[in-house]
Structure formats: structure tokens, C-alpha cells
């Protein structure tokens, strides 16, 4: 059996295929965020909501080493940064990769002191 050559590019890569079936879902009763694709669990991001104010301190974010190096960690940050904007809070960044993402994207939500 012979295989035609492609000679074009698909015309998605798999990163971009991964972010459009990638799917953000708060989980409140344990404080965390998380991604799933086609299903599965892909990564988390955890936070600590303040009791007496709006502020969302994020603690981590963690994509699973065989999904690393296709943005998932963004669309995941993206995910809860959306949400905390969404509800009118605050984000404290003390997750570095939220903090990076916040420095890329001023102004996207409020930052706590």
C-alpha cells in the first residue's frame, strides 16, 4: 500500500485543535478550576477566595506533562481570570504563570495589592 504525500499543512495545527476542545469548568467545592480535554483531566488551577472581600488569590496552575507546550495553561488562566472579571472580584497572582499571563494582558482584570 503506498501513502500520498501531503505537500500542504493541515489546515489546523494540533495546538489549536487542542484549544478548541479544550473545556474550562469551575469546581468551587474544591476551590480550583479545571481543564478538560475530550473528557479528561488535563490540568487544574487552584485558588483561595477570600472570605470578607472579592479578592481570588491563585495559588497554582498545573497542566499534565504530556499536554504542556500547546497553551493550555492560558486557556486555562484565561478561564479563571474570565470568571473573577465576570463576578467583579480581584486577582492576587501568586501562581507565576498567572502573574506572567496578567503582565501580557493589563487591564484584563483588577489586580489586588
Not at 489546515?11 to 476551590?31: C, K, M
Not at 500547546?70 to 481570570?81: E, I, N, S
Amino acid at each position: 500500500m503506498q501513502f500520498k504525500r501531503r505537500h500542504n499543512r493541515p489546515p489546523q495545527s494540533a495546538s489549536a485543535i487542542l484549544q478548541q476542545i479544550a473545556e474550562v469548568v469551575h469546581n468551587p467545592t474544591r476551590d480550583r478550576f479545571e481543564l478538560y480535554v475530550a473528557g479528561d483531566l488535563v490540568g487544574v488551577l487552584g485558588y483561595q477566595k477570600e472570605a470578607t472581600s472579592n479578592v481570588i488569590t491563585i495559588l497554582h496552575t498545573v497542566i499534565y506533562d504530556e499536554y504542556t507546550g500547546h497553551g493550555l495553561g492560558t486557556r486555562l488562566t484565561r478561564g479563571a481570570v474570565d470568571y473573577v472579571r465576570e463576578q467583579g472580584g480581584k486577582v492576587r497572582p501568586v501562581c507565576s504563570f498567572t502573574r506572567e499571563y496578567l503582565n501580557a494582558h493589563p487591564g484584563v482584570v483588577p489586580i489586588a495589592a
